[in-house]
């Protein structure tokens, strides 16, 4: 028998929390007694913790009543990660990760591990509006923005909300083989491996970036002309800079060059009009700046992890 612990703390998302556990609860129906995974949810003590929801969890056990050794040890996210600290919880976590042969977190509670020291060195994702934010307070961890979950030795680590569902399914699969975690993806009705990456679900360009008069009218200009035909020597000659100094200061301001820019300027473009217009995608691409439908293929394959087709597909109404 495999132990799962969920941590439990004030201000969680109650799906971090459900999502997985219901994936581990259905794999005991296909499993033998001997198989099957023992699930406790774990808190400091026994009162009702809120979670932002409006309803509350009750802790089936508190830290100090249980052994640390489990199979996994998994840390929901939600804003009682990252707009508090959790000093007691924190320093159980450090000690218990240690002892259980892997340990994670699902959306924003890598923020609790991070607290815990127990990111440094390892490559972590969470949901990707907060991965910036994530790198900024644990900047010896290596942060990869656009995958669904991760796995980097002892540590499992996913996107958003129901990226926790995909980590635990990679878990019954890893456990069990792809029978068993195919029979709980049919009864939650989802898929076995989503189609594309984090990044589908992000905008590409910030619109909440501070940045110098200059280089926003770049962004202006980008904007207002996507379908032109944008180099980097036009966008200097808009702001009547060199196209060296230009370049410069547009990577230091925007952390991407004026050409990758453009580019994610492009893909956001053609994702609005994908999702909201009945546009053929051969316009769109036209529309967008690609030039032509096999172009923009390209980059959003390379960009989002699918083709405009499939993301039409699963985000227009």
Not at 26 to 55: E, M, V, W
Not at 111 to 126: I, R
Not at 237 to 263: A, C, D, H, I, L
Request: contains cysteine.
């Amino acid at each position: 028998m495999k132990s799962v612990a969920m941590v439990l703390f004030p201000d969680i998302l109650m799906l971090d929390v459900a999502g997985p556990l219901d994936v581990f609860s259905i794999a005991n129906r296909y499993l033998s007694p001997s198989d099957q995974y023992k699930i406790t949810t774990i808190g400091i003590d026994f009162l009702p913790l809120p979670t932002t929801n409006g309803l509350a969890l009750i802790p089936q056990k508190t830290i100090d009543q249980v052994s640390m050794d489990f199979d996994y040890l998994l840390v929901p996210g939600g804003p009682g990660a990252y707009n508090q600290k959790n000093p007691i919880l924190a320093s159980w976590l450090a000690e218990a990760a240690q002892q259980s042969k892997q340990y994670g977190s699902i959306c924003t509670g890598a923020f609790l591990l991070g607290e815990a020291g127990l990111l440094d060195g390892y490559h972590v994702t969470t949901h990707w509006n907060y991965s910036a934010w994530l790198a900024k307070e644990y900047p010896k961890a290596f942060i990869e923005t656009d995958k669904i979950y991760l796995r980097d030795r002892k540590l499992i680590t996913s996107g958003g909300v129901t990226a926790g569902i995909d980590l635990a399914l990679s878990i019954v699969t890893e456990d069990y083989g792809k029978c068993v975690s195919l029979d709980v993806a049919k009864v939650l009705l989802v898929t076995m491996k989503r189609q594309g990456l984090q990044t589908q679900f992000s905008p590409l360009i910030s619109t909440e970036m501070k940045v110098s008069s200059q280089i926003s009218e770049v962004q202006s200009f980008v904007l207002q002309n996507i379908a032109d035909s944008l180099s980097t020597e036009n966008l200097a000659q808009s702001v009547s800079m060199s196209k060296r100094n230009f370049t410069r200061v547009f990577v230091r301001e925007m952390g991407v060059t004026p050409t990758e820019f453009v580019q994610n300027t492009r893909v956001d473009h053609a994702r609005n009009l994908l999702e909201s217009t009945e546009m053929p995608i051969k316009t769109i691409a036209y529309h967008s700046g690609f030039g032509d439908d096999k172009r923009m293929r390209e980059v959003f394959n390379q960009k989002l992890g699918l083709s405009p087709s499939q993301y039409r597909k699963n985000f227009s109404g």
